[in-house]
């Protein structure tokens, strides 16, 4: 089974911190993504990695930053947390990027991380 | 930007019966997916339907597509508690980034 994991479930920050979120996935996926979800908003697309230093901005890029220095792991970084960043942060992997010649698949998910900034 | 949006947004049932929901999107797709969530957790995949699909199963779950309305339906038969869930549609065009709705929340009561 493949398995997403993050690094938190639960994380409270202050205004301005930098805030680093891990996501690890074991499936050697070439596609990594990090959303954030806030209610009646669904999931919004923050950035998303297609292979390992290669990154592309997603629909809500302001404010975030992202690292893939190996093909398993994919950060977000926050770097002055803001309170309107305070949200549910979700990761997921998927094969089939633009290096398997590019298809929509199946994406797998990580548990989430509640950041509250406060 | 939020391409597919499921209806409707909550949804209350006795167990047992049926649940249907409705997704539609906006642009041309490759696919069309649904996911579930449980409060509080990650996405869990349930069904994938391709562009030329019209309908699939999988267990108690039935997918239709129909891509000259530009929508699809979910339906869970002979729900049980553990299907108490939000249910999300996503879409992709012709590449690896999929858009998802804000979901549908369902409720089965006992």
């Known amino acids: 089974d493949v398995k997403v994991t993050q690094s938190s479930r639960y994380l409270v920050k202050r205004t301005g911190e930098k805030v680093f979120l891990e996501c690890v996935q074991d499936?050697?996926?070439?596609?990594m993504f990090w959303y954030r979800q806030d209610p009646g908003l669904g999931l919004r697309l923050i950035y998303f990695?297609?292979?390992?230093?290669?990154?592309e901005k997603g629909d809500i890029p302001e404010g975030y930053s992202v690292s893939r220095e190996k093909k398993e792991r994919f950060s977000l970084i926050l770097e002055s947390a803001s309170t309107n960043q305070t949200s549910m942060y979700l990761c997921?992997?998927?094969?089939?990027?633009?290096?398997?010649?590019?298809?929509?698949?199946?994406?797998?998910f990580g548990p989430g991380t509640r950041l509250t900034v406060l | 930007s939020q391409q597919g949006e499921e209806d409707p947004q909550a949804l209350s049932i006795q167990e047992g019966e049926n649940a249907t929901m409705n997704c539609s999107y906006k642009?041309?797709?490759?696919?069309l997916q649904w996911y579930r969530q449980n409060s509080g957790r990650g996405l869990v995949h349930l069904i994938l339907?391709?562009?030329?699909?019209r309908e699939k199963h999988s267990g108690r779950l039935r997918v239709t597509l129909d891509t000259s309305k530009k929508s699809s339906s979910l339906l869970i038969t002979a729900s049980r508690a553990a299907d108490t869930a939000s249910y999300f549609c996503?879409?992709?065009?012709?590449?690896?980034?999929?858009?998802f709705g804000a979901g549908t929340t369902v409720t089965v009561r006992a």
């Open positions: 997921a992997s998927s094969f089939s990027g633009l290096a398997g010649g590019g298809s929509t698949d199946t994406q797998y």
């Open positions: 499936m050697d996926h070439e596609n």
């Open positions: 990695s297609y292979d390992v230093k290669m990154k």
């Open positions: 642009t041309s797709i490759n696919n």
């Open positions: 339907i391709r562009s030329n699909e």
């Open positions: 996503a879409t992709g065009p012709n590449d690896y980034k999929l858009s």
